[in-house]
């Protein structure tokens, strides 16, 4: 045993022994190269990156080419993958009648979940997995018309006419004129909002062996198509423990807010500390930071920012998040437990700022997620040793008994 991986095949024999381990606490489900967390400083790298770098120095796209292809793109590499992912954001007419399928009140993440499942009977030369070729089309599609997706689930909620992509537009800027642009006038894009809009999606890129990562390579592991395995992560992001989360810190705040706000933070981390109350502080903890949420920090400038532009610096809800940041920063149940803000913590502010309903949160969150499922989708099935993945279990039901 070293400070290198250990193959417990050859330590156990294949199947002599496993180990016992809900919440996979202590289990590595893979080896990665993708993103490495340092979860006590509070660090996140994408191959190798500070976030910090990527957030000031990169756009969402140069992230995406760095997550897929291990290093950032060069001056042609860039203007060549901006170029072919553009080339990719409409998404077949026909999704527009499986979309009106759908109640114009059913949950966006509902939406999505049928609508990227749904790709794959769209676009069968890149339902193949094992084909390398098929996997990097499958790719490109997924992540030039997820903003597209998001968009129109968006505009059928409200009953409103699509918005074609507009390809001269940069990825960011593009979204926000088809989620709030209308065939009336021209959408002018706001470079500060773009700009904000850009970071959400970096910061949301990729976060290693998470849950809705984990389901995209089990599903994945099984052979199944692309489109179907990122359904299976948009799925799985969509629980409040997970990416629901930015939607349950929001929801949180307006109804402090709606309680009395500020003078109520108090009485709120009394019912947070309480065990039975089963309330709990939504956008604080991590399974993996027992530190500041490297992410958090940035979502939190981001935020000054959108604030700042929108001339909302007195916005009632950042006051309050930033209040009760400052009580459980000082708490000893939140320092004994390691409880520090995360991602979605801040998130929830700034979208709501630019305009996004509450309930797309988690839909903004799956688009940029979108590259880190490929990418370690990728990473899975390139691996010559890659095999289902098949859990064990402890049995603990009746034993064999007969039918009388
Ligand atoms: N509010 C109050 N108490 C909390 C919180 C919280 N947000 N998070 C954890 N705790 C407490 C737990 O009750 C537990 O207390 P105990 O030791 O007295 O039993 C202790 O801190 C450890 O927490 P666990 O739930 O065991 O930690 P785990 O790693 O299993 O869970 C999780 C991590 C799910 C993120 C949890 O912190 C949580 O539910 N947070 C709120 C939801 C949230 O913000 N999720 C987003 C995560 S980031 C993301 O997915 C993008």
Known sequence: ???????????????????????????????????????DKGELLYRGYP???????????????LLLKGQLPNTDQRGDFHKLVLQHTMVNEQMQFFLRGFRRDAHPMAVLTGLVGAMSAFYHDSTDINNPEHRDVAAIRLIAKMPTLVAMAYK?????????????????????????????????????????????????????????????????????????????????????????????CLNML????????????????????????GVKLMGFGHRVYKNYDPRAKLMQETCDEVLAELGLQNDPLFKLA???????L????????????????YSGIVQRA?????????????????VGWIAQLNEMISDPEYKIGRPRQLFTGAPRRDVA
């Open 1 to 39: 045993i070293g400070p290198d991986v250990i193959d417990i095949r050859k330590l156990y024999g294949q199947t002599g022994m496993f180990t016992y381990d809900p919440g996979f606490l202590s289990t590595a489900s893979c080896q990665s190269a993708i993103t490495y967390i340092d979860g």
């Open 51 to 65: 976030i910090e770098q990527l957030a000031t120095k990169c756009d969402y796209l140069d992230t995406c080419y």
């Open 156 to 248: 059928y909620g409200k009953g409103e006419p699509y918005m074609y992509p507009q390809n001269n537009l940069s990825y960011a800027g593009n979204f926000l004129r088809m989620m709030f642009g209308t065939p009336c006038e021209e959408y002018k894009v706001n470079p500060v909002i773009e700009r904000a809009m850009d970071r959400i999606f970096i910061l949301h890129a990729d976060h290693e062996q998470n849950a809705s990562t984990s389901t995209v390579r089990l599903c994945g592991s099984s052979g199944t198509n692309p489109f179907a395995a990122i359904s299976a992560g948009v799925a799985c992001l969509w629980g409040p423990a997970h990416g629901g989360a930015n939607e349950a």
């Open 254 to 277: 307006e109804e402090i807010q709606r309680q009395g706000g500020i003078d109520k933070v108090g009485e709120f981390m009394e019912k947070v500390k309480d065990k039975n109350s």
């Open 322 to 328: 930033k209040a009760l940041e400052k009580i459980a």
């Open 330 to 345: 000082e708490d000893d149940y939140f320092v004994s437990r390691k409880l520090y803000p995360n991602v979605d913590f």
């Open 354 to 370: 630019i305009g996004i309903p509450v309930n797309l949160f988690t839909g903004i969150f799956a688009l940029a997620r979108t």
